[in-house]
């Protein structure tokens, strides 16, 4: 009889070991599940933002470029002008 019982005590511990265990898999799993969508989150966050930056920060370097050129050239015509008269 204490055979049985010491049984089914061994049992019992055994399926609430595998319980223990199998949560602390599913939480490691879901904890691992966080973290990669916050990096993939992350990543597109970043492409959004290079984006942002690539059609709005590159307008005002060419703009300037473009007004300094566009004044270079008004400056040459004028002083042909002046010199023809």
Do not use: C, P, W
Request: glycine share 8%; net charge positive; proline share 0%.
């Amino acid at each position: 009889m204490l055979g049985i019982v010491q049984a089914e005590a061994e049992s019992a511990e055994a399926d609430e070991m595998k319980k223990k265990l199998s949560k602390t898999e599913n939480s490691a799993g879901l904890a691992e599940l966080i973290l990669h969508n916050q990096q993939s989150r992350g990543k597109q966050m970043d492409a959004f933002f290079d984006d942002l930056a690539a059609k709005y920060g590159s307008h005002d370097k060419t703009s300037g470029k473009k007004q300094s050129a566009a004044k270079h050239t008004a400056s040459k015509s004028s002083s042909r002008s002046k010199g023809k008269k």
